[in-house]
Every structure is written in C-alpha cells, then in structure tokens.
C-alpha cells in the first residue's frame, strides 16, 4: 500500500512565496514520474508541473519562470517551489506519482490535495 501526503499549503500573499512538499510512503520499490496538478473551484484538474526519476521537468506556461519542482530520491518525497504568487493560483494542489511497487507492479497515486489561496 502506498501513500502520498502533501503538505506546506496554506494562506499567502500575491507576490509572495509557498513551499508544497509531498512524501511517499508504504512498499516502494521506486518512484518514476511525479507531478503537481491543482484544481479550482469549478474547473477541471490541471497539471502544474513534472519530474521523472532523470530530473528533466516539464511546466505548464501559467507557472513557468514561477515554480520549481524538485523531488528527494532518497527520501521519496517531492516539492513545488511556488514564488511570486498570484490569486489565480489558487487552487487545491495534488501530488502524483507512477511508482513500482514491486518489478512488475506499477500503479498512479494521487495525495489527498493540500488547499493553497492566494490573497491580492
């Protein structure tokens, strides 16, 4: 069973800065690509940003120059770096992650979504 739980949402100021950390825990064997998406109220899920276990990053136009996704191989966690933010990044944030739980058993897990509100 695996888990992911997000953490580091929050209030903050437009301008200003969030850091999101989300930590993989239960029977990993390793973790291929994880991703950030977020959600507001009323639209559809939208992906952020992603990293593969190689470290290349992919970012949606709206962040980039922005955010900053990372993640810690060895402790199986990954962070979005939010900076200069904006009320319309207000949103419900998710991690997910494709991760090998065993050499032949790979599965798409979704964190519980952290809330991050941005104020003008």
């Known amino acids: 069973q695996v888990q992911l739980v997000e953490s580091g949402g929050g209030l903050g100021q437009a301008g200003g800065s969030l850091r999101l950390s989300c930590a993989a825990s239960?029977?990993?064997?390793?973790?291929?690509?994880t991703g950030w998406y977020r959600q507001a109220p009323g639209k559809q899920r939208d992906m952020v940003a992603t990293i593969n276990s190689g470290g290349a990053t992919n970012y949606a136009d709206s962040v980039k120059g922005r955010f900053t996704i990372s993640r810690d191989n060895a402790k199986n966690t990954m962070y979005l770096q939010m900076n200069s933010l904006k009320p319309e990044d207000t949103a419900v944030y998710y991690c997910?992650?494709?991760?090998?739980?065993?050499?032949?058993?790979?599965?798409?897990?979704w964190g519980q979504g952290t809330q991050v509100t941005v104020s003008s």
């Open positions: 239960g029977s990993i064997r390793s973790i291929a690509v």
């Open positions: 997910n992650a494709g991760i090998w739980t065993s050499h032949r058993d790979y599965g798409n897990y």
